[in-house]
Structures are given as structure tokens and as C-alpha cells.
């Protein structure tokens, strides 16, 4: 009989607001505990409304599992940084009281925290965006806090992990000496993902579906760059009068988005349905998924799409995409038109700003053109549908699992050395 007891494993995360890295971050708890683990999932602050994967009963044991850091008094990223010596107290204190034999964080907040732990218990940091693209879109001071907090306890981390090759090669242009500790991990989907898939709908909601239907979905968000699909679809739009483009997420920049479907006249023809617990019913059903993202770290809902069979189209950003749907080529090499990739098709990256402006760009122009070329070719379609499938394999919850355990009994056995 084996009497060997379980590693404890914290995992560490600043929300659970709805978001990539938050589904990661419980993926990973989950994965984990059904690995055999005993794990603890700490959240910095309360509320949120991210679904628990799995079960209901698995959902309800991981609930059971998560402590919250936070008072629930929410506020500038000033306040946050004043309120960071207490909580850093209440972690360390969990952290000895439940004899973790690891720590894993993800994010900037909870990674900064994680590595002013103590250093008697191994981290492991897992950066889960391009650090010079999320940079670029923080306020001043938190600017300033997450590149002077990585460059002063970057060398306490055990491992830094990162969840692609493209994000990784960035954060050695910052931080050159952390190279021996860098280690990468894509993102993986969930298996019960599947079978949501195939969950109904309402009828009204399955009547939007039906046709020609394009597909995205994210937080609104200006780094989701919606507003150049929209753009993009009104090209397409004229050329194929049943075709809609459905919107799934919700944000803060709901409001600007709808201002411009509007402003195209695209009432009856754009349609932002807002957060759905279930997305996945909705992606199984469409024609074709489009992600028009300005930047990633390693995209969950474009590897989700392929996963359910869907032909895909990505703005060809920092990171994630590249990798995804090229992976023979080299990641930090970005395309200027289309590029008919192995495992779906990339278009020229989307950068700038979020606007309602009416005129599109170039690169907005390549994800018509993009499209375009898939609506008028059903053969194409049908064998993208086939590389998704054949690409998703790669990112399954057993491969990329097996990759996070290797990871944590390395790092949990260097420590004791």
C-alpha cells in the first residue's frame, strides 16, 4: 500500500474575474487535485464571476478550496500596492499553516506577491502574457511596480514559466539572466469542454447560429480589438447578405462597440450577446471563429474553437496565435496579408487602439480579405475544420498536465538539494 503523502500545491491568483488566465489558473488546480495532489487555491480578491471547472461535484470541491487573501475593499492600483503588506502577512501565514511544498502563482499581482513569500517553500511564476505588450497598456505606476518588482525578485523564483515560446523570448529581452530558470507550457482544454459543446440552446439563440455564422469571443476589451472585426465584417457583410457576426463576452468597452455597429448600420447583422457561462455551445455552432486580438499570451479561446472542430482565423498578434496555427515557423515573425497557415489562417496584426472609427485599416483589410476567402470556398473550410481537430490533439488536458507535474516534482525535488 502506498502511504506516500501527496505534494501540496498552492495555487495563487489576484481575481476571478472572468478572463484566460483565471480559467487556467483553476484548470490547473482542478488537473492537479485529480492528479492526486492536495491542493489550495488562494484568490487576492473576492468575488468574480469565473465558472469552476468540471463536475458539479468536482466544482464543489475545489470551492471548498479557495481562501480569499483580500478585505473585499477594491480600489486604484495605489491602494492595492498599500494593501499589499497585509495580505503578503495572510499569504505567508496559509502558506505555513497548510506546509505547502509549492507555491504556483499566475499573473503580475499574485506573482510579485508569490515571490515575496518565503523562500523556505519553491515557486514557480507563470507569466501568462506578452510582458511587452501588457506593459504597454498598464497605467504608469503599475508600469513601474511590475517591471521593478520582476527585476528585483525575479531571482528568488524557483522556475518561471511561461505559456509560449514567442512570451518567453520577450522576457529574456527584458530579464537576460533568468534564462536557466524559463520554462514554457502552452495552455490546454478542458475534455469536459466537449461535451458542453453539444449543450442546447434556446431557440432564438440557435436561430442566430444557423448559416452563415463568424464567431469571437472575449472580454470587450480594447486589447480584443472586436472593433476591427466589426470593420471587417461590414466589408464581408455586402458581399454576403446572410452572414452575421456574434460577439460573445461582455466589458467595459461594450458601449464604444455597440456606438460603432450602429454607426455601420449593422443592428440586424452584429450582435453582442454578452457573457455566457457556456460558451462552448455557441462555438460549436458556428461557420467559422475569428480572433482579432492586438495581443495574447496563449489564446484559450482560439485552441477551445479548434478543439470543437471550428475552421479559425487570428490576427497574427503577440503571442500565441503564430504558435498555434504555424507552428514550423519562426513565432516572432509576423505576417502583412494572409497567410493561409498548417492549422488555420493568420492575418496582419491589429495594432493601435480601440476605435469607433468608420474607415478600415490595412491590416483590418487582411481579416476581410481573410474572411472573405474562407466564406467562398466551403472545401477549405472543411479542411480547416480537420487541421483544428489534428492541431487541438497537441494541447490536450493529459499532454499539457503531464508537462506541469514533471515541472513541480523538478522544481519541489531541486529545493531539497
Known amino acids: 500500500m502506498n502511504t506516500a503523502v501527496p505534494m501540496r500545491v498552492g495555487i495563487l491568483i489576484a481575481t476571478l474575474e472572468v478572463g484566460g488566465a483565471e480559467r487556467m489558473a483553476l484548470a490547473v488546480a482542478r488537473a492537479l487535485l485529480d492528479a492526486g495532489l492536495d491542493v489550495r487555491f488562494y484568490c487576492m480578491d473576492p468575488g468574480g464571476q469565473m465558472p469552476l471547472p468540471g463536475t458539479p461535484e468536482q466544482q464543489r470541491q475545489l470551492a471548498e478550496r479557495i481562501v480569499v487573501l483580500g478585505d473585499g475593499k477594491s480600489g486604484s492600483t495605489l491602494k492595492k500596492a498599500l494593501a499589499f503588506p497585509r495580505m503578503h502577512r495572510r499569504f505567508c501565514r496559509h502558506v505555513e499553516d497548510d506546509q505547502l511544498n509549492l507555491v504556483i502563482s499566475f499573473m503580475e499581482r499574485a506573482n510579485i506577491l508569490n515571490l515575496l513569500g518565503s523562500r523556505k517553500v519553491p515557486r514557480i511564476i507563470s507569466i501568462r502574457k506578452h510582458l511587452s505588450m501588457a506593459l504597454a497598456d498598464k497605467d504608469p505606476l503599475k508600469r513601474w511596480l511590475v517591471k521593478r518588482g520582476y527585476a528585483l525578485l525575479l531571482g528568488r523564483a524557483s522556475n518561471i514559466n511561461l505559456n509560449s515560446s514567442e512570451a518567453a523570448?520577450?522576457?529574456?529581452?527584458?530579464?537576460?539572466?533568468?534564462?536557466?530558470?524559463?520554462?514554457?507550457?502552452?495552455?490546454?482544454?478542458?475534455?469536459?469542454?466537449?461535451?458542453?459543446?453539444?449543450?442546447?440552446?434556446?431557440?432564438?439563440?440557435?436561430?442566430?447560429?444557423?448559416?452563415?455564422?463568424i464567431l469571437s469571443c472575449g472580454r470587450l476589451a480594447a486589447v480584443k480589438r472586436q472593433d476591427a472585426l466589426i470593420r471587417a465584417f461590414a466589408d464581408v457583410a455586402t458581399r454576403h447578405p446572410d452572414a452575421r457576426l456574434i460577439i460573445v463576452g461582455d466589458g467595459p468597452k461594450r458601449a464604444e462597440l455597440q456606438q460603432l455597429v450602429d454607426q455601420l448600420g449593422l443592428q440586424q447583422r452584429v450582435h453582442l450577446v454578452g457573457f455566457k457561462a457556456n460558451p462552448y455551445a455557441w462555438i460549436s455552432r458556428c461557420k467559422l471563429f475569428v480572433l482579432s486580438s492586438r495581443a495574447e499570451g496563449f489564446p484559450n479561446a482560439l485552441l477551445e474553437a479548434m478543439a470543437l472542430g471550428r475552421p479559425v482565423i487570428a490576427a497574427d498578434c503577440r503571442s500565441g496565435p503564430r504558435e498555434l496555427l504555424a507552428p514550423e515557423t519562426q513565432a516572432s515573425v509576423k505576417t502583412t496579408a494572409v497567410d493561409m497557415a498548417s492549422f488555420g489562417v493568420l492575418t496582419a496584426p491589429l495594432e493601435g487602439p480601440l476605435t469607433t472609427a468608420l474607415v478600415m485599416s490595412d491590416s483590418e483589410k487582411s481579416l476581410a480579405d481573410a474572411i472573405e476567402r474562407m466564406l467562398n470556398n466551403n472545401t477549405l473550410c472543411e479542411t480547416y475544420q480537420q487541421k483544428s481537430l489534428q492541431r487541438a490533439a497537441d494541447f490536450s488536458r493529459d499532454v499539457i498536465l503531464g508537462q506541469w507535474l514533471v515541472l513541480a516534482n523538478k522544481v519541489v525535488a531541486s529545493s531539497l538539494h
Open 169 to 213: 523570448e520577450d522576457l529574456l529581452q527584458w530579464f537576460p539572466v533568468v534564462k536557466p530558470k524559463l520554462s514554457v507550457i502552452n495552455n490546454f482544454f478542458e475534455p469536459l469542454m466537449l461535451q458542453k459543446g453539444k449543450d442546447p440552446l434556446t431557440t432564438e439563440e440557435q436561430q442566430l447560429l444557423e448559416g452563415t455564422s
